[in-house]
């Protein structure tokens, strides 16, 4: 019993970092229709950014404190939606009209062009760092429980976030936009709309987050390279699909989802080594027998 | 008030429209009517910004908006209620309105408007807070009708409003866009299959076949015609 809850809370705080970067997945996919496999080096670069801009932001303020980590923060989410609105310009652009796959493939080649670029000596190299601790580590028990301060801080960051989000696209004139563009970009563009700085906001928002998922994980994991957005990318992208690809609420129901069933996997022995084959598993069963995803409708596709 | 000179428009290696003219005057409601795939589809896209030109000019209050992109033409005063309405089934009544008006600022003015297209259409009214997708296709027609409103346009083109619609509420909403052009003073390019009901409401009229324009006059004339009438009246 003791042992179920604590890998529920260790399971909640890895699928709230899952939630987070499925976001990016799956808005990015509402608006454009296409798997933006880029997305996890953002987060890598995320990481990245908070690890170079930390010694700047703690000569200002004291290291470890709740102002700096909010200040790098921000400075992280800011060059990541730069970062993620960049990429959208560069690659996805000019290839609007483009048939999905011609898109879908170039997302890979800018994928791994960031990866290797950035394992290159003269850029951050290949070698793993450690990530500063941002914020003093407590750890709390909780009767036979114990609760890291990380987890309580990932927990409440992510909190803080989807209502953010939630707020935004559903209440903002802004998020009303993203969703009509969603529906129909030429009928949106006829609104008055212009749907590139929509695409392009789209973007952003999604890349602040995967930057913010990148500190978030490198809190949990302190070790960072240019490969590791891979791993939790890829978790991610599962809980995207998951959860119904397109789907905001769907995405991060598939991020605790796939967060949760990993931690339990990975606390029973003999079974830890399957963890990516039960994420999987999950994702062609859900694909067979719900391919619209856990939360995502069904719809008719016009012949 | 709109001019169109020598348009051609091709998708591909098909060519749609073959250097077709009209013109719009201010205060008229024109139509364009013919068959399917003549091309009146296409030359509202093309209007509105939504295709690209191969050649020709289109002039709008004397400005050049061959090459104007979509959003910037809606600013200009030119609103496009597209072919199967597309309205955002994703978004509620109210937000699809709040969408019409979102390159205006004026939050008074805007409910000003909210107010006039409830009044034309108070059935949305009752709907405010109904997913658009949930609604019938007439109301969904009213919709984008009033969607277009919001952006207080000069200029409206409307395609094919009868499409798919019940008879009886095509009637209702054929009187709503004469009430739209003569108490409100907004200029109307109507395309319609509906030949009957498109040329009892507007003064002039073209007729599009295969891409080129036909025929051309005064819509009561147009009714007499008998090439229009044996090809587009039903005898």
């Known amino acids: 019993m003791e042992w179920f809850f604590q890998q529920l809370i260790n399971g909640l ?28 080096d953002v987060l890598m670069l995320g990481a990245f950014a908070a690890y170079f801009v930390t010694p700047a932001i703690w000569k200002i303020f004291p290291a470890q404190s709740i102002t700096g980590a909010l200040l790098i923060t921000l400075v992280t989410a800011l060059l990541c939606a730069g970062m993620g609105i960049l990429i959208e310009l560069l690659a996805y652009r000019p290839l609007r009209k483009r048939p999905k796959l011609t898109v879908l493939i170039t997302a890979i080649g800018v994928s791994l062009f960031i990866e290797f670029t950035c394992q290159h000596k003269a850029v951050f190299g290949s070698k793993t760092r450690p990530f500063p601790q941002l914020l003093p580590m407590h750890d709390f028990h909780i009767g036979n429980l114990l609760v890291n301060s990380n987890d309580i801080v990932v927990l409440g960051v992510t909190v803080v ?47 602040a987050l995967a930057g913010i998922a990148g500190i978030l994980y490198s809190m949990k994991a302190p070790g960072i390279e240019p490969l590791m ?62 391919p619209a995803g856990l939360l995502g409708k069904t719809t008719i596709e016009k012949v | 008030m709109l001019e169109i000179k020598n348009l051609s428009v091709s998708y591909g290696a098909i060519s749609a429209l073959h250097g077709i003219s009209l013109e719009v005057k201010k205060g008229d409601i024109v139509t364009l009517i013919g068959g399917n795939g003549a091309g009146k589809t296409t030359t509202l896209r093309t209007i509105s910004g939504l295709v690209r030109p191969r050649s ?90 009033g969607r277009a409103l919001m952006s207080k346009p000069k200029f409206l083109m409307l395609d094919e409003p009868s499409l798919g619609i019940a008879p009886l509420l095509v009637k209702t909403i054929f009187e709503k866009i004469v009430e739209i052009n003569r108490k409100h003073g907004i200029t109307i390019l109507l395309v319609e299959q509906n030949a009957n009901l498109a040329l009892e409401i507007s003064k002039y009229g073209y007729v599009l076949e295969t891409g080129k324009i036909i025929l051309q006059n005064d819509s009561k004339s147009l009714r007499q015609d008998p090439k229009v009438k044996s090809a587009y009246l039903g005898g």
């Open chain 1, 13 to 40: 705080a890895l699928g709230a970092i899952y939630a987070l970067i499925a976001l990016g997945y799956t808005m990015v996919y509402g608006v454009l229709r296409f798997i933006n496999f880029a997305h996890s």
């Open chain 1, 161 to 207: 976030l989807l209502v953010a989000l939630w707020f935004i696209v559903q209440k903002t004139k802004i998020g009303t936009a993203m969703r009509a563009v969603s529906f129909n970009m030429q009928a949106a563009s006829l609104m008055g709309i212009n749907v590139n700085r929509i695409v392009s906001f789209t973007f952003g928002l999604g890349s």
């Open chain 1, 229 to 290: 957005g891979i791993q939790p990318g890829l978790r991610a992208f599962i809980a995207a699909v998951l959860g119904g690809i397109g789907n905001l609420p769907g995405a991060a129901l598939g991020g605790i989802v796939i967060g949760i069933v990993e931690t339990y996997a990975g606390g029973i022995a003999g079974v830890s080594n399957y963890r990516d084959g039960i994420a999987f598993a999950m994702l062609i069963g859900i694909l067979i027998f719900r």
């Open chain 2, 56 to 145: 020709g000019e289109i002039i709008y209050e004397g400005q050049n908006i061959t090459r104007t992109p979509p959003h910037k033409i809606v600013a200009a005063g030119l609103a496009h209620v597209p072919e199967g309405r597309m309205v955002f089934a994703n978004l509620t009544v109210a937000e699809n309105l709040a969408m019409g008006a979102y390159l205006r600022t004026d939050k008074e003015e805007i409910a000003r408007e909210l107010d006039y297209v409830y009044s034309i259409f108070p059935r949305l009214k009752e709907r405010i807070k109904q997913q658009a997708g949930t609604m019938s296709g007439g109301e969904q027609q009213m919709l984008a009708i």
